[in-house]
């Protein structure tokens, strides 16, 4: 099954138990919670590493026949709701596309840090000229408050 077009995007919501009454109990999804401590978070991990993510929903929108279903993901009871697109969802662990991104991020912003204060440092020996390119145009540009820009 190709990932792109078998993919899915959900949104998945903390279901506060307290919230129900018993006769709105009636009206929930169907679910499977798995575990009692960790639910099913092992099989959705599992699927997510292999590359296969949109298992994990398929194979439950397959049992309960709904796009809506309740899982436990993560210590959380969780519904799921499912709709056509990709699916994501922001867990920051090691294998993740997610800390992937997270650690590029740092990266990124770490040497961008660098230069807009070297770029300061030069600016204010007369080194580079404010007008040398963008970033020197802002960090001698004041606001509407009279402030620079402070990286």
């Not at 929930?28 to 401590?37: E, I, K, V, Y």
């Not at 092992?42 to 296969?52: M, S």
């Not at 922001?90 to 070297?118: C, M, Y």
């Amino acid at each position: 099954m190709e990932s792109s077009s078998s993919s899915l995007q959900f949104h998945y919501h903390t279901i506060n138990k307290h919230k129900y009454s018993l006769s709105s109990l009636n009206n929930l999804p169907p679910d499977n919670t798995g575990l009692s401590l960790i639910g099913e978070s092992l099989e959705f991990l599992t699927t997510g590493q292999k590359g296969q993510p949109e298992k994990f929903i398929l194979d439950r929108m397959a049992k309960f026949s709904s796009k809506v279903f309740k899982t436990s993901l993560f210590c959380e009871p969780t519904a799921v709701f499912c709709a056509a697109g990709i699916i994501s969802i922001p867990i920051d662990l090691p294998w993740t596309p997610f800390n992937r991104g997270v650690k590029a991020s740092n990266v990124v912003h770490k040497e961008l840090l660098k230069i807009i204060k070297q770029r300061k440092i030069d600016l204010a020996e007369n080194k580079a000229p404010p007008t040398q390119d963008i970033l020197s145009h802002m960090l001698t540009t004041a606001d509407d408050d009279g402030q620079c820009m402070k990286p």
